[in-house]
Nanobody, 126 residues
Framework: QVQLVESGGGLVQAGGSLRLTCAAS????????VGWFRQAPGKEREFVAG????????NYADSVKGRFTISRDNTKNTVYLQMNSLKPEDTAVYYC???????????????????WGQGTQVTVSS
C-alpha cells in the first residue's frame, strides 16, 4: 500500500509560481507512474500532468503545457509539479495519484489510478 501526501499549495498572485510536492510512504513508488489532477468547485476532477515510472515520459493537459513541469526523484520517493505563470483558472484542489501497476506510463484517466493523496489547495488571485 502506498500513502501519498501533497504539499506546497497556497495563495499566489496571477503570474506567480508554486511547486507542489507529492511524497510517498508505506513503500516506494519508484516503479509506478504518477499523475497530478485538480478539481475546482463545481467542476469535475481533471488531469493536469503525468510522469512514467522512470521519469522518461511525461504528458500534460493542453491548458498547462508550457507553464507546468512534472518531475520525480525516485531516490526521495517524491514527485513534483512546478507551476509557473499561474492564472486564476488554475485555482483548484490539486491531487497526486499513483498507478499500482509497476513500470507503467502515466494515464490521463483518473480511473487508472489506484492511490490518491488528500489534496492541497492552490488559489490564484487576479
Amino acid at each position: 500500500q502506498v500513502q501519498l501526501v501533497e504539499s506546497g499549495g497556497g495563495l499566489v498572485q496571477a503570474g506567480g509560481s508554486l511547486r507542489l510536492t507529492c511524497a510517498a510512504s508505506g513503500r516506494t513508488f519508484s516503479r509506478n507512474a504518477v499523475g497530478w489532477f485538480r478539481q475546482a468547485p463545481g467542476k469535475e476532477r481533471e488531469f493536469v500532468a503525468g510522469i512514467s515510472w522512470s521519469g522518461g515520459s511525461t504528458n500534460y493537459a493542453d491548458s498547462v503545457k508550457g507553464r507546468f513541469t512534472i518531475s520525480r526523484d525516485n531516490t526521495k520517493n517524491t514527485v513534483y509539479l512546478q507551476m509557473n505563470s499561474l492564472k486564476p483558472e488554475d485555482t483548484a484542489v490539486y491531487y497526486c495519484a499513483a498507478i499500482s501497476m509497476c513500470f507503467s506510463t502515466a494515464s490521463a484517466s483518473a480511473r487508472d489510478y489506484n492511490y490518491w493523496g488528500q489534496g492541497t489547495q492552490v488559489t490564484v488571485s487576479s
